[in-house]
């Protein structure tokens, strides 16, 4: 049973007891416009709290009386006391039509859970995860209105924040909402000429800094061309400081008897507008109204029997996918927010195994990337091992598979193999398990397709993954496997109320099992692209039901009878090589990817006579493999002709089912496509287009002397080593 206390309602008959109460203060935020703002009038509000209070008992003190008696009646309220108002629906599950009723909803029926944890260090004391209840955030978000509305946020402002995962990201977006205002989300990793044209574009009024160098730098860089900006927080800074946000919500805490009114939105009010991380060209923002969202996280909801199978109140995840992309936003924040879960902010992708071990998640929200590096290290752990302890490990994962197996209905594990699976997983698959904190029941996965090899090898180890699919631009989630209803290799079936076709080359629904454009229609669609009706234009035509906005993803796939949809590539990422055969480059970089030896790939061959590939090296495994100690450098390596073959070698074996034509003939090194060398979106996604302007001088010489690595890398091999070291 979920109980929660009445302490927010005494704290709204708080609030209506200073219902005339004014206060007046000096806004100290640096370019702000006049130097002082005019507070307003706090007009107490209760905040569609689950109890809902006669409104024809105006007078404070009634409304005291009021929850006096439901304190002495009951300390606690029930699931049927939430059901009653509105808050639960029959199924015990939170009801909500828009992002503010969900937070609002969420903060009263789980207030003593955790909600978000901060790592914290204190001298004398071991590092670990300070949190948030529900009530605590609850709290925040009330004061953090009226920071924005005293900011001068008005009803469709938009309200810009550039800062990772933290609680006051999620405490801005729900303030946002509650006043009827978009939030506009940007990444850190962010150029300033990124964060200049989103806020010129979206005409932000308020702009939220995560660090005091994020504030300097749009300061110096992105104030002096946003004329629409009126005020700049900065998260970080220290209480006190003029413009640090922190220093706004403790005036707020001092005036807690008044807050600013709610303008509750509608479920057809913008709530996001999320440009594109864009792979190419500029970035478009995607406008997304509540109503999107909100069918997502109710969505997933009807992909199984018993909801609770995917997410429950005492789940936890690690959140480190960025809230600023849907993905992470939609499926971890207000998912599990619905849900009462708690979420551990991580630290970032470099400190991500210690913060499993801290966190020790149950489930965890992830890109292929980082179960393929999980999936690469036991591999590579396994051909570095005696005799012994390989066999073993092999034997472990084999047995894994059959339990597996036997598990969707195969043939059971006979008496001796379920001895020998016990011995081996407290051995082996455990302690496979305790790199993801030891806790994890499962994980889901997308932002790309993942190796049905990872998916089964996770299976294996003892936990299933359910690989979803979908763009921003449908909030995300188009399909998802689920546990009443899984597919590994496929992307799953499309959730509650989307419907999914497939557009053959001559514009009409395709067979099924015929290749062609993944479209889809359904209350996921955004709105359009913010300010860009030709874009919207593009990719919305009308759906075969006549009425509906089909939305054209760019993505290659197949539809079974069934209904499971495999994306096979990009549309706009195929090309055609001078011999006139076609190319599509996803699925020979997935499976060279496989590759223990290879962690990213990109493959060319646009009106070329064949394909190439620009690898980059894991140079650990390669120096495991054939024993070379770290005195030997990087230039070295690459020059090495064992090496050369080592990489010849594994890219045939990985090409095996590949057409022959599909398999490059030359490829060269090149460094890690990261983030600051803006080969990657924050989303971890390659920016193709980026990777092969910086290496059109390879690509070229690949295509110019078949020597590839001795020649083409003469220059590159220095290069190489200075961006790895």
């Not at 062609?516 to 359904?522: D, K, L």
């Not at 090495?640 to 010849?648: E, G």
Request: contains cysteine.
């Amino acid at each position: 049973m979920n109980l929660f206390k009445p302490q927010q309602i005494q704290n709204i008959t708080r609030r209506c007891a200073c219902r005339n109460y004014r206060h007046i203060s000096t806004l100290h935020t640096r370019y702000l416009r006049n130097s002082n703002s005019r507070f307003h009038r706090a007009h107490a509000s209760i905040l569609e709290s689950s109890i809902t209070l006669d409104k024809s008992t105006s007078r404070p003190r009634q409304r005291q009386n009021l929850v006096s008696q439901a304190s002495k009646s009951n300390a606690y309220w029930t699931e049927a006391n939430l059901r009653d108002n509105g808050v639960f629906d029959d199924r015990n599950l939170l009801r909500f039509e828009t992002l503010h009723e969900l937070q609002v909803h969420a903060s009263t029926a789980f207030p003593e859970n955790k909600l978000f944890g901060t790592h914290t260090e204190r001298e004398g004391s071991d590092p670990t995860f300070q949190w948030m209840t529900y009530r605590e955030y609850g709290e925040q978000v009330e004061r953090c209105r009226s920071v924005l509305k005293d900011l001068g946020v008005e009803e469709f402002s938009k309200v810009g924040i550039i800062a990772n995962n933290c609680w006051e990201w999620a405490t801005i977006a729900a303030a946002a909402y509650s006043l009827n205002a978009t939030l506009v989300p940007m990444y850190e990793a962010q150029l300033p000429s990124d964060w200049t044209y989103i806020t010129n574009d979206a005409g932000c009024s308020v702009l939220f800094c995560a660090t005091q160098e994020i504030y300097d730098r749009t300061i110096a860089e992105v104030i002096p061309q946003t004329p629409s900006v009126r005020a700049t927080l900065c998260l970080k800074a220290d209480a006190g400081e003029p413009h640090a946000f922190q220093t706004y919500m403790e005036a707020a805490a001092d005036h807690e008897g008044c807050t600013a009114d709610v303008i509750k939105p509608s479920p057809d009010d913008l709530a996001n507008l999320i440009y594109t991380s864009g792979t190419t060209g500029k970035p478009k923002g995607v406008e997304l109204v509540h109503s999107n969202t909100v069918s997502n996280v109710t969505g997933v909801r009807e992909m199984t029997e018993d909801v609770h199978d995917f997410i429950r109140q005492s789940d936890r995840s690690l959140a480190f996918l960025p809230w600023a992309h849907s993905y992470g936003q939609t499926c971890e924040l207000w998912v599990g927010m619905a849900h009462g879960v708690s979420m551990g902010i991580c630290r970032g992708v470099p400190l991500i195994l210690e913060d499993l071990q801290l966190v020790k998640p149950t489930v965890l929200f992830a890109v292929p990337t980082l179960h393929k590096k999980i999936y690469d290290g036991v591999h590579n752990l396994i051909e570095s091992a005696s005799p012994v302890q390989k066999s073993l490990m092999k034997k472990a994962l084999a047995l894994g598979r059959r339990n597996v197996e036997e598990k969707n209905g195969g043939v059971a594990l006979s008496f001796l193999e379920k001895i020998q699976y016990r011995a081996l997983d407290e051995i082996i698959l455990s302690k496979i398990r305790a790199r993801f904190g030891g806790n994890l029941r499962h994980g889901f996965v997308a932002g790309a397709v993942c190796p049905s090899e990872v998916i089964n090898f996770m299976d294996n180890v003892g936990i299933p993954i359910y690989e979803g699919y979908g763009l921003t631009e449908t909030s995300p989630i188009i399909t998802i496997n689920s546990p009443d209803d899984r597919n590994p290799g496929f992307v799953g079936k499309s959730i509650k109320g989307v419907n999914v076709i497939i557009i053959s080359e001559d514009g009409s629904p395709a067979r099924p099992g015929v290749e062609g454009e993944i479209c889809c229609y359904g209350p996921n669609i955004m709105r359009g692209y913010y300010n860009n009706a030709a874009a919207t234009e593009e990719v919305i035509s009308l759906a075969p039901d006549g009425k509906s906005r089909l939305f054209h993803t760019g993505d290659l796939g197949r539809m079974t009878v069934e209904g499971w949809v495999k994306v096979t590539g990009r549309l706009k990422e195929q090309y055609k090589l001078d011999n006139g055969k076609y190319v599509c480059p996803t699925p020979i970089e997935e499976a060279i990817g496989m590759s223990r030896f290879i962690t990213q790939i990109v493959l060319c061959g646009a009106n070329r006579p064949f394909n190439t590939a620009l690898i980059a090296p894991d140079f650990e495994a390669i120096r495991s493999e054939l024993r070379i100690d770290q005195s030997v450098s990087i230039d070295e390596l690459v020059c090495d002709t064992r090496v050369q073959a080592l990489i010849d070698t594994d890219i045939v074996k990985k090409c095996s089912g590949l057409k022959k034509y599909e398999i490059p003939r030359e490829w060269a090194f090149v460094a890690p496509f990261t983030a600051s060398n803006n080969m990657l979106t924050p989303k971890m996604s390659i920016r193709r287009h980026i990777v092969v302007k910086e290496y059109e001088d390879v690509i070229a010489q690949m295509y110019g002397n078949d020597n590839t690595i001795v020649n083409n890398m003469n220059g590159e091999a220095s290069r190489l080593e200075n961006r790895v070291a």
